[in-house]
C-alpha cells in the first residue's frame, strides 16, 4: 500500500520528510496545480472551487495509488501524523484485508459516530464522519462512486455529503484513537475542532460530546442564579 500526499504547495514536501523518519511504507508526494482564485485566502469552507478541486484532486490520488495496490492511504497536506501514525497503519491495513471496507478514516474531525467491532482500534462508522485529512481508500470505494453515481452538490463539502451514504452502500470504518489531526493555522472553527480537548472528544462514540458540555454548564448556570436568594 502507498502513502500518497494530495498537495498544492510545499506543505506536502514537509509532510513527507516528517513521515520518512516515521514509517517504512513508500511515500508519493502529488503536487495539483492551483486551479482556483485567491488561493490562501479563500480555503473550503468560502470556496466552491476548493470543494470541487478536493475532491477531484483526492480521485486522482486514489486512482494514482491502486495502480500498486487494492487500497491506498490518501493525505491532505495539513495532516499532522502523531507518533502512532506507523502502527495504526499497519493496523488498519491488517483489518481491511480480513473486512468489508470501502474507507477507513485514521483520523477525523471530532464529531464522529461510530460502533465498536470485535476489533477494539477499528470502529464502523454509524452515518457519520467528517474530516479527509487522512484516509485509507479501497478499490471497491472507487467502483461506488462510480456506480451510484456520486456527484457532490455545489457547495456542499464532499466529506458532508458522502455521510448520506454510510450504512446504504459505503463501508466505512474509523481508527480509534486518532492517527493525528488537520492543522490549526486558518479560522477559528479548525482551532475549536482540532485543538479543544480533541483526542478526548475524538473517542467518544456519539459525536462531539463539547456540545454536552455546554448545555451542562448552561444548566448549571441557570440553576445557579435560580437559586440566588
Not at 492511504?73 to 501524523?81: A, N, R, W, Y
Not at 457547495?155 to 451514504?165: F, P, R
Not at 459525536?207 to 436568594?229: E, Q, R, S, T
Amino acid at each position: 500500500m502507498k502513502i500518497i500526499i494530495l498537495t498544492v504547495n510545499e506543505k506536502g514536501s514537509n509532510l513527507y520528510k516528517k513521515l520518512q523518519s516515521m514509517t517504512n511504507y513508500d511515500i508519493i508526494v502529488k503536487k495539483f496545480p492551483l486551479t482556483c482564485k485567491n488561493y490562501g485566502v479563500e480555503t473550503s469552507d468560502t470556496s466552491h472551487c476548493v470543494k470541487k478541486s478536493i475532491w477531484n484532486n483526492t480521485l486522482e490520488c486514489i486512482k494514482y495509488g491502486l495502480r500498486y495496490d487494492n487500497k491506498v492511504c490518501v493525505l491532505q497536506d495539513d495532516f499532522i501524523p502523531y507518533k502512532t501514525f506507523h502502527e495504526n497503519l499497519s493496523r488498519s491495513e491488517k483489518f481491511i484485508k480480513i473486512n468489508d471496507v470501502d474507507m477507513l478514516y485514521l483520523s477525523s474531525n471530532p464529531t464522529t459516530k461510530f460502533t465498536k467491532t470485535s476489533n477494539k482500534y477499528i470502529a464502523r462508522i454509524n452515518g457519520h464522519c467528517n474530516g479527509w485529512q487522512s484516509v485509507i481508500f479501497t478499490r471497491s470505494f472507487l467502483e461506488k462512486v462510480n456506480q451510484f453515481p456520486i456527484r457532490i452538490p455545489y457547495g456542499i463539502h464532499n466529506d458532508t455529503y458522502l455521510n448520506k451514504y454510510f450504512n446504504k452502500g459505503i463501508n466505512g470504518y474509523i481508527h480509534v484513537p486518532s492517527s493525528g489531526r488537520q492543522m490549526t493555522d486558518r479560522q477559528w472553527i479548525r482551532k475549536f475542532d482540532y485543538d479543544l480537548l480533541y483526542d478526548f472528544r475524538y473517542n467518544y462514540k456519539y459525536g462531539d460530546p463539547i456540545w454536552l458540555l455546554f448545555i451542562l454548564i448552561i444548566i448549571v448556570i441557570i440553576f445557579i442564579l435560580y437559586n440566588i436568594k
